[in-house]
C-alpha cells in the first residue's frame, strides 16, 4: 500500500507562496509595472496629491493655456458648453400662488438681464456668468461666486483663493477647515497680485463660510472624484502629455509638408559625368548672404519644363505627407482627448464622416448622460443658492412679497429648474416610439416627458392655456364672420383647426366641417372633400364604396378556400 509522505516547506518559503497567491498584482512592482510616483504606499487623501502650492496654480495655469492657445481644446470645450447650457437653465417658479409666480418671475428676469444688477463688475448677464462658472469648473477645476450685500454676484477665479506662506491651521489652498472637514473660511487674494509674488495674510480678504443664520456666503463650484477632495482639477490634468504631443504631431507634419514643398526634382548623374552648362530658365540675379556667400537666384515661371543635360536622369519628388496612417494615429489622440472633455470626438470634430448614423446616435446618447450630470452639479452649487439667496433678498426688501410668504399653502422659495433637453436625432421615430410606450403603458406620459427634461405640469398647463386662446379667439372670429356674410355658416372649429370630436383636422376636411354638422351641404361639390353621407362617391355601377369593399373580401375568402384545396 502505498504511502503518502507530507512535504512540509520552511516556514518563510511558505509565507512567501501564500502572501504571492494572495495579493493583488496592482499593488507588486515588476520590470513592467513601476511604482508611481507621488502614490503614497500607506494610503492618502485626495488633497495630498496636490499639496504643493506651485504645482497646483501650474496645473491650473497649464490648462488655461490649452483652453487659449491649443487649436482643439479650446473648440472642444466650447462644443460642450454649448450642449449643456444651449439656450440656458431656466428656473419654474411654483410657490403655489399664480400672482407671486407672475412676480419673482419678473424680477428674476429684471435681474438676470440687467447685467449692472447681476455682475459685481457691471459685465456680464446672469446666462453669460453661468457659462463662465461651468468653463472655469472644466477648465480651472473650480470657481467661487460671492453673493454681496448689495445684491450682485462676484466671480472669483480659482487661483485668487490660496493659502499665506507662513500658516499653520488646516487651510487647504486657501480654504480653511475644520476637524470634519467643513468649510470655515476662505482666503481671497487681491485681484491685481502678481503671479510670481507670495501673499500675505493681511493682504488676503478672509471670507467666513457662512452667515449667521448658517447661509452660505461663499458658493464653491468644483466637480470632487473623491469626499476628501477640497479643491476641483481640471479636466484636462489626465491628457496634459496627450495634448501637448497632439499639437508637436501637427507642427511636425505641416513641417515636413513645407520642407517637401521646397523639392522638386532630383538628378541622378554617374560617377563619370562631365555635364555642360545648365540652361537658364529665367531671370537670373546674384545674392549676398550675412556671412559673405553668395548665391544664384532664378526666376520661374508656370509651365516651365526642366531639360536634363546627356547621361542625367532627372526624378520628380513628391513624397506622401501625410502617410495613411497618420491619420488613425491622429484621431486616436483626439479621441483620448474628447472622452476627457465627455463629448463624442465626432462632436469636438465637427465631422461625422467617420461614422455612421447608429455609430453618431449611439455617441450622443452618452455623452447626453453627462451633459445631465454637469447640469445638475450646476443647480446644486451655484443656480439654486443663487436663486435662493436673491428670493431672500427680495423678502427683506418688500413689504409685498413678506405679505404673500405669510399666506397659508405658500412657499415663497418654490421653484424647479428646467435644464434644456436635446432635439431628436430622428424626429419622427422618437416620437413615434414614445407614443408606442404611453399607448402600452410601459411607462407614463409624466415619465417620458421627464426623459426628455420636460415637467408633465408645465406642458399641460402650456397646452390648455394655448388651447383656450385659441378657442376664444376662433369662436370671436367666426361669430364676427356670420354676423358680417349671413350664408357664410362657418363655424369656429374651422378657424381653430379641430374637427367634430375636438381632434386636429387635416385642411382637406374643415371646409365643410361646420356646415355639415348645421345639416347644411357642401356647395363646392366633392372636389372640396369631405367625410359626411352626402359626399360618399359611387362606383361606376352603381355599386357605393362598402359594397366594393364586401366584394373584394368576399373574393378574398373563396380565394383562400381554393389553395386549401
Not at 507562496?17 to 503614497?40: F, H, P, Q, W
Not at 501625410?322 to 479621441?335: D, W
Request: glycine share 8%; net charge negative.
Amino acid at each position: 500500500m502505498p504511502r503518502h509522505r507530507t512535504i512540509e516547506l520552511p516556514p518563510t518559503q511558505a509565507q512567501s507562496y501564500a502572501e504571492m497567491k494572495a495579493d493583488y498584482n496592482a499593488a507588486r512592482t515588476n520590470r513592467t509595472r513601476k511604482r508611481l510616483i507621488g502614490v503614497a504606499p500607506m494610503g492618502s487623501g485626495a488633497d495630498f496629491h496636490y499639496r504643493r502650492d506651485v504645482d497646483f496654480l501650474q496645473m491650473i495655469e497649464q490648462a488655461r493655456a490649452f483652453d487659449r492657445d491649443d487649436q482643439v481644446i479650446g473648440q472642444g470645450i466650447t462644443r460642450l458648453l454649448d450642449n449643456v447650457l444651449q439656450q440656458g437653465i431656466k428656473v419654474d417658479h411654483k410657490t403655489g400662488d399664480a400672482n407671486l409666480d407672475a412676480a419673482l418671475a419678473g424680477r428674476w428676469k429684471k435681474w438676470t438681464e440687467d447685467r449692472e444688477q447681476c455682475d459685481a463688475a457691471g459685465e456680464h448677464t446672469f446666462k453669460r456668468m453661468t457659462r463662465f462658472v461651468l468653463r472655469h469648473v472644466i477648465v480651472d477645476g473650480d470657481i467661487f461666486a460671492l453673493p454681496l450685500e448689495r445684491g450682485s454676484i462676484e466671480l472669483v477665479e480659482a487661483h485668487r483663493v490660496r493659502r499665506s506662506r507662513f500658516t499653520e491651521k488646516r487651510v487647504v489652498h486657501g480654504i480653511l477647515l475644520s476637524d470634519l472637514r467643513q468649510r470655515i473660511e476662505y482666503w481671497i487674494t487681491q485681484d491685481d497680485l502678481s503671479p510670481n509674488a507670495a501673499p500675505k495674510l493681511n493682504k488676503m480678504t478672509r471670507v467666513a463660510a457662512r452667515d449667521a443664520d448658517g447661509q452660505r456666503q461663499v458658493l464653491h463650484v468644483y466637480d470632487p472624484k473623491r469626499v476628501s477632495q477640497t479643491r476641483g482639477v481640471s479636466a484636462l490634468a489626465p491628457v496634459v502629455d496627450t495634448v501637448g504631443m497632439h499639437d508637436d504631431l501637427q507642427f511636425a507634419k505641416l513641417l515636413q509638408a513645407q520642407t517637401a514643398s521646397a523639392w522638386a526634382v532630383f538628378r541622378e548623374r554617374e560617377i563619370d559625368f562631365a555635364g555642360g552648362p545648365a540652361p537658364q530658365h529665367g531671370e537670373k540675379k546674384t545674392q549676398t548672404l550675412a556671412d559673405g556667400s553668395t548665391r544664384t537666384l532664378e526666376g520661374v515661371a508656370p509651365g516651365m519644363v526642366e531639360t536634363g543635360q546627356p547621361g542625367e536622369t532627372l526624378k520628380g519628388f513628391s513624397p506622401n505627407i501625410p502617410n495613411a496612417e497618420f491619420f488613425a494615429h491622429a484621431m486616436m489622440i483626439l479621441t483620448f482627448i474628447a472622452i476627457n472633455l465627455k463629448i463624442p470626438v465626432h462632436v469636438l470634430l465637427l465631422d461625422p464622416s467617420k461614422t455612421n448614423f447608429s455609430g453618431w446616435r449611439g455617441a450622443l446618447d452618452q455623452a447626453r448622460i453627462g451633459f445631465r450630470e454637469l447640469q445638475a452639479l450646476l443647480i446644486e452649487k451655484f443656480l439654486r443658492p443663487v436663486y435662493l439667496w436673491k428670493v431672500g433678498k427680495w423678502l427683506e426688501d418688500s413689504a409685498e412679497m413678506r405679505a404673500w410668504a405669510d399666506q397659508d399653502g405658500v412657499d415663497v422659495f418654490g421653484h424647479r429648474w428646467a435644464p434644456p433637453s436635446w432635439a431628436y436625432i430622428e424626429p419622427a421615430k422618437d416620437a413615434k416610439a414614445d407614443t408606442t410606450i404611453i399607448e402600452g403603458r410601459l411607462n407614463s406620459r409624466r415619465g417620458v416627458l421627464n426623459l426628455r427634461g420636460v415637467d408633465l405640469d408645465d406642458v399641460d398647463r402650456e397646452i390648455i392655456a394655448d388651447n383656450k386662446r385659441l378657442i376664444i379667439s376662433a369662436i370671436g372670429a367666426a361669430a364676427e364672420i356670420n354676423n358680417t356674410h349671413a350664408d357664410a355658416a362657418v363655424d369656429w372649429r374651422e378657424l381653430a383647426g379641430f374637427d367634430a370630436k375636438g381632434q386636429v383636422a387635416p385642411p382637406s376636411a374643415l371646409a365643410v366641417i361646420g356646415r355639415a354638422e348645421k345639416g347644411g351641404k357642401d356647395k363646392g361639390g366633392p372636389s372640396e372633400g369631405g367625410d359626411g353621407e352626402e359626399n360618399k362617391e359611387t362606383t361606376g355601377d352603381g355599386a357605393d364604396d362598402g359594397d366594393e369593399e364586401d366584394g373584394k373580401e368576399e373574393s378574398d375568402a373563396e380565394g383562400d378556400e381554393e389553395k386549401k384545396e
